[in-house]
């Protein structure tokens, strides 16, 4: 059976539209894919107050999820953290409808050139670690920023930026959950992009939160081949892009891509744009399950 690395060589070359059974042959049972919504998928509703999170999760079990990404932004009061019983609520809840806490994520912005600020948002991040320690979710989701601030290159930004990662992915070691910066077509918008900072932070508990709708110049099933090997969560989402072109996921080529990468853990889907949130979420979990 061929290794980890030896599989995502191999995907480098494998033309893309090309059917990838001959290796996911030699693959086979080195993936294992669990289920999750991402409760940005109803960022209406819950932020409206129409929908709170113990609802979320009953939506969740009631369509057969494995698991829900409870984003920290969805809780009373937020960035402010919660007290401890409303926590433990949110887990109990989960607990008993059967489903896992695959992570949660915050809104933070290490691009700002001024430390005192940056360090407010550090300190968010280790606020929320502690909250992801009691939820029982194995990875918190953060942003890189807004994008390159004036006066500044694009490299300069990230040295600061790999320091407050580390010392996030640091802080997250000690509490038993992964911090993982998500690629968001902001600061960070390409493979190049997502291999310097993941080489220069060098930390065993930090990762990438793979949004596959977040590469936009190339073609987005090769940037995600190219950046699979960093993945420890996922944003999968009903549309990518092609050259700046919108299309619909692929999602069979998207999951033979993904267990050809040998990745084990949490798909979690994210819905976004018009329409009922509810009946577009049950339809790409439905079509997700045909190649699971």
């Known amino acids: 059976m ?33 289920t ?32 829900v990404d409870i984003t920290a932004y969805y809780f009373p009061e937020y960035p402010k953290v919660p007290d401890d019983e409303f926590v433990y609520r949110v887990k109990q809840k989960a607990f008993s409808r059967g489903l896992e806490i ?8 290490f691009t700002n050139p001024d430390k005192t600020r940056r360090n407010e948002h550090i300190q968010l991040v280790k606020n929320w670690i502690g909250v992801a320690e009691k939820l029982g979710a194995p990875v918190i989701r953060v942003f890189a920023g807004a994008g390159v601030p004036e006066g500044y290159s ?11 990662f580390r010392e996030c992915a640091a802080y997250g070691e000690k509490h038993g959950v992964m911090v993982a910066v998500q690629n968001h077509n902001d600061f960070i918008r390409t493979p190049e992009h997502v291999h ?32 699979l090997q960093y ?24 999951l033979e891509i993904i267990k050809a990468g040998c990745y084990r853990g949490y798909l979690p889907i994210e819905t976004l744009g018009d329409g009922d949130p509810a009946v577009k979420v049950k339809a790409m979990i439905a079509e997700l399950r045909k190649y699971l």
């Not at 940005?40 to 369509?63: E, R, W």
């Not at 695959?102 to 912005?109: E, K, L, P, Q």
């Not at 694009?154 to 407050?164: K, L, P, S």
């Not at 996922?234 to 619909?248: A, G, Y």
């Open 36 to 67: 999750s919504l991402n409760a940005y998928s109803f960022n209406g509703p819950l932020s409206k107050g129409d929908m709170d999170l113990f609802q979320l999760v009953d939506f969740c079990a009631d369509n057969d999820f494995d698991a």
């Open 102 to 109: 695959s992570g949660t994520g915050v809104r933070n912005d």
């Open 231 to 254: 993945a420890v969560n996922w944003q999968v989402k009903e549309k990518l892009f092609i050259r700046q072109e919108e299309t619909v996921t692929d999602l069979k080529k998207l």
């Open 154 to 164: 694009w490299e300069q930004t990230a040295e600061w930026m790999v320091e407050d």
């Open 2 to 34: 061929l290794n980890r690395r030896d599989l995502l060589k191999s995907l480098a070359v494998l033309p893309l539209l090309s059917p990838l059974s001959g290796i996911l042959g030699r693959s086979r049972g080195c993936y294992h894919l669990r």
């Open 196 to 227: 310097y900072l993941m080489k220069k932070v060098d930390h065993p508990w930090f990762g990438l939160i793979l949004d596959i709708g977040s590469y936009r110049d190339g073609d987005a099933y090769a940037d995600i081949v190219d950046t």
